[in-house]
């Protein structure tokens, strides 16, 4: 009778484990349904309650003698506290979800999502060197990850280094179609949550074309402007810089079409309806250049 109550046993244990497994994946759960809500705070103490109930079933399956098991269980307590990093950045808490960053760095120095997080902080913080040099690594180690390349991208061209920043953005369109692009959760980052790749993709047609129109590279800029709205319609502001791409190349039907697209999105993006009437003025439409700036915004709007 010995054996088969060991065996009895050993399945009441597992099953008991995988309960409190489900049970800390539960907390969490709902830790991430806060965190979407804005609850920053009860989000992060949720996180922390699914990372010690994990650690407490890690500690159990190794008494057990389940390493294998462990071994799983520890990687999801690690990335319960990995995930306490986002909503730090939400609450502008930026060392502390530095410091979460570099833990988690500790434990798996080469996991390239960890370090292309890091390089997304010191990006948002404006440390901009510091930033591409750790970018770097994660393209040297994934250069396929097209979140990396965006970032660094954009890092460029905040220092001016607009040559480099357009043949980054380059690299980011040419292998969003190889794997989910995700700039920004940065979808990793959740700060602009947008499931599709599409979508995404026409933030870095924008940004290219920004680059390109910097560069005085304005035909170009256009066609990349273009390439951002055939992508996604609703950008007002990539219709507003498509407009005012299309008025320095002395297309001014177009721009006007442009900035009344822009307008049809937001109605009070004002520096677009001061460019529409600009541009109703240059083509002697005053009627209707008065009648866009006397525009007044519906109330509760």
């Known amino acids: 009778m010995g054996i088969f109550k ?8 597992r099953r008991k484990l995988k309960q409190m497994e489900k ?80 833990e988690a760095l500790s434990k798996s120095p080469e996991d390239p999502r960890i370090i292309f997080s890091r390089g997304f902080v010191l990006f948002s913080i404006s440390r901009y060197e510091e930033a591409l040099e750790v970018l770097d690594k994660a393209i040297e180690m994934q250069p396929e990850l097209p979140d990396a390349w965006y970032c660094k991208a954009n890092a460029l061209y905040q ?8 043949e980054a953005y380059e690299k980011a369109i040419e292998y969003a179609g190889i794997m989910n692009f995700e700039f920004p959760r940065y ?15 026409a933030g870095v047609w924008y940004a290219k074309a920004n680059t390109l129109d910097k560069l005085g590279r304005q035909e170009e800029a256009i066609e990349a402007y273009r390439s951002a709205l055939e992508i996604k ?42 460019n529409k009437a600009e541009m109703l003025l240059k083509l002697g439409r005053q009627e209707e250049a008065k009648e866009t700036l006397e525009y007044e915004p519906k109330p509760g709007k």
């Open 159 to 166: 220092i001016e280094r607009f040559e480099d920043a357009l």
């Open 233 to 274: 319609k609703a950008f007002p502001d990539a219709w507003y810089c498509l407009g005012n791409c299309l008025a320095e190349v002395g297309r001014d039907e177009d721009a006007l079409t442009a900035f009344t697209n822009a307008l049809h999105i937001e109605p009070d993006f004002n520096a677009a309806r001061e």
């Open 23 to 102: 049970s800390a994946e539960s907390v969490f759960g709902k830790g991430y349904v806060l965190f979407e809500m804005g609850r920053y705070e009860e989000a992060l103490e949720k996180y922390d309650e699914a990372a010690a109930m994990l650690e407490e079933t890690q500690q159990m399956l190794l008494e057990s003698d389940m390493e294998e098991e462990a071994k799983r269980i520890e990687k999801k307590a690690r990335d319960a506290r990995f995930n306490k990093c986002f909503i730090l950045f939400k609450l502008q808490r930026y060392e502390d979800a530095l410091e979460i960053i570099d």
């Open 6 to 13: 060991d065996i009895f046993s050993q399945t009441s244990d």
């Open 187 to 201: 979808s990793l980052l959740n700060i602009d949550p947008d499931p599709t790749l599409k979508t995404n993709a």
